[in-house]
């Protein structure tokens, strides 16, 4: 029992060893998160025709505060875009990240706060950390996936 107890660990760890990270050209991938009125949002209802940008985040993060801050600064370039925020926190932890450190995008008309209580972002994404962004073209597939908070300049540019 010991044994099979042990060989179900080491494969479980080796294939999150082995996982990759999105590939630009991958399809974005079917969702189901919630609006703060409880109401669902699926990622089919993202548009086509127009670029979205999703940005996974975690409200006690300082490097998610940190990017929201640096988005937040560069509202102009972020205009255009379909502009998705999706934490696994509550609305609550949610609100107030949004109004410390992302205020300007809150009065965005392109920009949405979603939760994941449902916990699907982790395993459909695939994210590596907190925060990741993941910048889709107007066809709905992958232009970049980044977690690295250096890369949001180059993730604004792509978004023009």
């Known amino acids: 029992m010991k044994k099979l107890f ?20 991958t399809a974005l991938p079917k969702a189901i ?13 993202i548009p086509k025709g127009k670029k979205s940008l999703i940005m996974f985040f975690d409200a006690s993060c300082d490097h998610c505060q940190k990017v929201a801050g640096n988005l937040s600064k560069d509202t102009k370039q972020l205009s255009g875009v379909n502009f998705y925020l999706v934490s696994q926190d509550v609305f609550r932890s949610i609100n107030i990240f949004m ?5 300007p995008l809150k009065a965005m008309k392109n920009v949405k706060t979603l939760q994941d209580k449902d ?14 962004l993941y910048l889709y073209g107007a066809d709905k597939k992958l232009i970049i996936f980044t977690g690295n908070e250096k890369d949001v300049p ?4 792509l978004a023009k």
């Not at 080491?10 to 990270?21: D, E, M, P, W, Y």
């Not at 919630?34 to 699926?42: P, R």
């Open 119 to 132: 916990y699907v972002f982790i395993p459909l994404f695939q994210p590596k950390h907190y925060p990741s």
């Open 6 to 25: 042990f060989s179900l660990l080491i494969t479980a760890f080796s294939i999150n060893a082995f996982a990759q990270a999105p590939t630009p050209g």
């Open 33 to 45: 998160f919630y609006k703060e009125d409880g109401k669902t949002f699926s990622t089919e209802q």
């Open 154 to 157: 180059k993730v604004l540019k």
């Open 99 to 103: 109004d410390t450190y992302a205020k």
